[in-house]
């Protein structure tokens, strides 16, 4: 089954060789990697923001070192307590991957067979998805313009990623999940404090969204220990302080050969309500 849509005419595609074409005959070839290309420049103007090699090569080599873990390991049994054989599980703003698969290994651990597509606006971030893991349909595409088809999906989820409910609405299915993983307070307090005169607490937003019902919270908290600049260096890479952050508190980090940090998410799980 193929759920994307025609960025142009949006018509189901449909998958021909190595192309996905649609029934006007519009043409998107796959590239070697396996990811196909559905942005088009009306969706985004003249310059496309998705994570560049830098942020995205920071967050798959910090990602891989297991600190993230617990969010990964707690992300895949929320999934799983509503995922069922034969799921259509979407990944908005999916990134690297990292995630996409980790539940998608956790689902099979567990003798549920789901089909998995990402979307990210990133093609470097891509490139990395499509090669580890390749059982998953990714699409270069907008969270503000999915290139997904309507009512289609059992399960959304999306991490730290723009957010439009415009479009997760319609792209789930009548009493669909919704889950969003969202910073915490207190997250990465210990790296703010090794950096910033003055840190701040991370502001975290009433959970009501319009056209859900929250129907589950969990909050994952816990400190981690980094004995490395490299590591430390990922970390704040892949962040959005580090575009944000002037000389002084670059060379702090670059000073900076053991860090202890906390770390705190949110698990928000959300049911489409019926129109």
């Given at each position: 089954?193929?759920?994307f849509?025609?960025?142009?005419?949006?018509e189901m595609?449909y998958?021909?060789?190595?192309?996905?074409?649609?029934?006007?005959?519009?043409t998107?070839?796959?590239a070697?990697?396996?990811?196909v290309?559905?942005?088009i420049?009306?969706?985004?103007?003249?310059?496309?923001?998705?994570?560049?090699?830098?942020?995205?090569?920071?967050?798959?080599?910090?990602?891989?070192?297991?600190y993230?873990?617990k969010?990964?390991?707690?992300?895949?049994?929320?999934?799983?307590?509503?995922?069922?054989n034969g799921?259509?599980?979407?990944?908005s703003?999916?990134?690297e991957?990292y995630?996409t698969?980790?539940?998608?290994?956790?689902?099979k651990?567990?003798?549920i067979?789901?089909?998995?597509?990402?979307?990210?606006?990133?093609?470097?971030a891509?490139?990395?998805?499509?090669?580890?893991?390749?059982?998953?349909?990714?699409?270069?595409?907008?969270?503000?313009h999915l290139?997904?088809?309507?009512?289609?999906?059992d399960?959304?989820?999306?991490?730290?990623?723009?957010?439009?409910?415009?479009?997760?609405?319609?792209?789930?299915k009548?009493s669909?999940?919704?889950?969003?993983?969202?910073?915490?307070?207190?997250?990465l307090?210990?790296l703010?404090?090794?950096?910033?005169?003055t840190?701040?607490?991370?502001?975290?937003?009433d959970?009501?969204?319009?056209?859900?019902?929250?129907?589950k919270?969990?909050?994952?908290?816990?400190?981690?220990?980094?004995?490395?600049?490299?590591?430390?260096?990922?970390?704040?890479?892949?962040?959005?302080?580090?575009?944000?952050?002037?000389?002084?508190?670059?060379?702090r980090?670059?000073?900076?050969?053991?860090?202890?940090?906390?770390i705190?998410?949110e698990?928000?799980?959300?049911?489409?309500?019926e129109?």
């Amino acid at each position: 089954m193929n759920i994307f849509t025609c960025p142009v005419c949006s018509e189901m595609l449909y998958k021909e060789g190595k192309s996905y074409i649609c029934p006007k005959r519009h043409t998107f070839d796959i590239a070697k990697s396996g990811y196909v290309n559905l942005l088009i420049s009306k969706q985004v103007g003249k310059t496309v923001h998705g994570d560049n090699k830098l942020m995205v090569k920071a967050r798959r080599d910090f990602l891989e070192k297991g600190y993230y873990g617990k969010l990964l390991a707690a992300l895949s049994e929320t999934v799983a307590e509503y995922a069922e054989n034969g799921s259509i599980i979407l990944d908005s703003g999916c990134g690297e991957g990292y995630y996409t698969k980790g539940v998608y290994s956790h689902l099979k651990e567990n003798s549920i067979e789901a089909d998995f597509y990402g979307v990210d606006i990133s093609k470097t971030a891509l490139e990395y998805a499509s090669k580890l893991f390749k059982e998953a349909h990714f699409a270069v595409g907008s969270v503000f313009h999915l290139p997904i088809a309507d009512k289609c999906c059992d399960i959304v989820m999306t991490l730290f990623a723009p957010f439009c409910r415009e479009e997760f609405l319609r792209v789930l299915k009548e009493s669909g999940i919704f889950i969003m993983v969202i910073p915490s307070e207190k997250h990465l307090w210990g790296l703010k404090k090794a950096v910033y005169d003055t840190p701040y607490l991370n502001e975290v937003k009433d959970y009501a969204i319009d056209g859900f019902e929250l129907i589950k919270s969990r909050k994952i908290a816990y400190e981690i220990n980094i004995d490395n600049n490299e590591d430390i260096q990922n970390l704040f890479s892949m962040t959005p302080y580090y575009y944000r952050t002037g000389k002084i508190q670059q060379e702090r980090l670059a000073a900076l050969n053991e860090l202890e940090t906390e770390i705190e998410f949110e698990i928000l799980v959300y049911s489409a309500k019926e129109n």
